[in-house]
């Protein structure tokens, strides 16, 4: 996921993060490291970011519950957030939410041939290309 998006954004202004960065959720004070982030503009420092656009989190079994719930209240207080990414490790399957006016819109994409467009980023991500070495593995 992260290389298809870095990919993508290649010439665009904008940081794409593998778990290395850690998220200031400022109104609590805690703080993440999601699996994936990418955000425009400049770092809150060398090791934080306060700003993403998009956060992708790899779902496994003993995670999803909290990713999906728990997880994800905290991420819809970070202003910036436009898109939420779940991925699955157990099937070719990535769910998204999109901050609208009124709430997020929950949209999903299964099987090698689907796609994930992702509007915040003007990208649109093939799931055979993020799942292809699991694929080959199968």
Known sequence: MSR?????LFE????????????QIAKHGAYFYPDVMVAHGPSTSADMIS????IVEVLS???ELWDR????????QVESLREYVL????AVRVEWFTRQ???????????AEAVCRLESLNVTLSLGRIYKEWLLNQ
Do not use: I, M
């Not at 298809?4 to 993508?8: K, P, Q, S, V, Y």
């Not at 700003?51 to 998009?54: A, G």
């Not at 719930?69 to 819809?76: D, E, I, P, S, V």
């Open 4 to 8: 298809e998006l870095g990919n993508a």
């Open 12 to 23: 665009e202004p904008c940081r794409v993060t593998v778990s290395d960065l850690r998220l």
């Open 51 to 54: 700003n993403p656009t998009v």
């Open 61 to 63: 079994p003993s995670t």
């Open 69 to 76: 719930t728990g997880k994800f209240a905290l991420y819809r």
């Open 87 to 90: 991925v699955s490790q157990e």
């Open 101 to 111: 006016e009124g709430g997020w819109f929950y949209q999903e994409a299964t099987g």
